[in-house]
């Protein structure tokens, strides 16, 4: 019998060539585009994207010759993702749309419907690759990096877990961007030379800031410019009584009020900015261009500083709340008062860093052998060992 395999086809190159592969492979295959939008209460562009893509995906799997349907996820798209966006957004925080919709749309979701269509597996065009081994009588399965390296997107997969990977095939996660449009060239495949997709998981060409505007009411406040060499950037490091205090110490914030600087602008709304922003401040007469170092959305006060090296953009250590840690290598799980040397980045196509994971009984730390920029609450920190993604956590 022929293994089954359902593969999101999106309407993109990648997921294209995912379909011819695994066809040549000898799989029988199944094309399903995800519907995820189309609530007209929040308009997203005059643009119609997911009606073009969906085209884009029929006329593939007419090419190949696979069976193909459309199926309408908006409403738990609405309830999983867009909700939830705006949740953290009011609350000051910044989510990593794309990982949310993998873990809880493409990998659960999705991946429900597929198996309950008989498949055997799902497949994605994600840059990234599965590896397995016995340990124990039991199989391990691995979240590998593409061997893509500009396009690595093991991050965005960083919450799934064994149950999820067991079932998922990544056809492309062996080739080089250039050969997976080469092969779409050659299959004469209507995606060959389409512009990869911008924009939030499927929501399309929209700016972020407009998309959360239809929910979040502009609310005009101020934004306070502090100095470089404000005094409380010249914090001594205490001598610390245990390992906690210091971990404290390190992934402690910098609290600000509006004393500590002065007011240099006006904003709509703390909760549409995120750190590390240097767009859209619309301030102008600096030296050197402000950055976002920090929102308070209960006061409604933006905090910027001058320059990429402006002492509050960077930090040494995060926390992440037990509820959040995640491992996709559940044996590898660390203990409390347990240490683990990994690698680590805190967001997307950021090369990875140094740094020691601390597990504690509250949580755990990330201590990061240089100082981060931007460590932004909502986003979500992802560990590694070489090759391998180990696990993740949202940053708190």
């Not at 295959?29 to 073009?52: A, R, Y």
């Not at 406040?221 to 914090?235: N, P």
């Amino acid at each position: 019998m022929k293994k089954k395999v359902v593969v999101g086809l999106s309407g993109g190159v990648d997921s294209s060539v995912s379909a011819y592969l695994l066809q040549e492979q000898g799989y029988e295959v199944i094309g399903l585009f995800m519907k995820n939008w189309h609530d007209d209460s929040v308009t997203i562009s005059d643009e119609c994207p997911w009606l073009d893509d969906s085209n884009d995906a029929m006329m593939v799997a007419d090419k190949l010759g696979i069976p193909f349907q459309t199926v309408d996820l908006s409403e738990q798209y609405k309830e999983r993702i867009v909700d939830y966006m705006f949740n953290e957004y009011e609350r000051g925080r910044t989510p990593n749309p794309d990982v949310l919709c993998n873990r809880e749309i493409k990998f659960d979701v999705f991946m429900k419907i597929a198996l309950s269509l008989g498949a055997d597996y799902v497949a994605t065009g994600h840059y990234c690759r599965k590896g397995e081994f016995e340990k124990d009588g039991e199989t391990i399965y691995q979240l590998l990096s593409g061997k893509d390296n500009n396009k690595d997107q093991s991050y965005f997969l960083c919450q799934l877990n064994q149950e999820q990977l067991s079932k998922t095939l990544f056809p492309i996660g062996e080739l080089q961007k250039s050969e997976v449009r080469r092969i779409a060239a050659e299959q004469e495949l209507v995606t060959a030379d389409k512009k990869d997709s911008q924009g939030l998981c499927f929501i399309g060409k929209v700016r972020l800031p407009e998309f959360l505007q239809q929910k979040l009411q502009p609310k005009e406040g101020v934004i306070v410019e502090i100095e470089a060499d404000e005094d409380l950037y010249k914090t001594e490091t205490p001598s610390f009584t245990n390992k906690k205090e210091e971990l404290d110490f390190l992934s402690k914030k910098y609290e600000y009020t509006s004393k500590d600087g002065k007011v240099v602008g006006k904003h709509q709304g703390a909760h549409y900015f995120t750190k590390g922003q240097r767009k859209g401040l619309a301030v102008g007469g600096t030296p050197e261009p402000l950055f976002v170092i920090d929102t308070d959305v209960d006061e409604n006060v933006i905090y910027t500083g001058q320059g990429k090296d402006h002492p509050g953009i960077y930090r040494k250590a995060l926390f992440i709340t037990n509820e959040e840690v995640h491992w996709v290598r559940k044996d590898l799980a660390i203990k409390a008062d347990e240490t683990l040397e990994v690698m680590a980045r805190i967001r997307y196509r950021q090369p990875l860093q140094k740094a020691i994971l601390h597990q504690t009984e509250n949580g755990m730390y990330v201590v990061f052998e240089e100082p981060q920029a931007s460590i932004t609450e909502g986003q979500f920190v992802a560990w590694y060992d070489g090759e391998e993604l180990l696990g993740s956590g949202v940053i708190s």
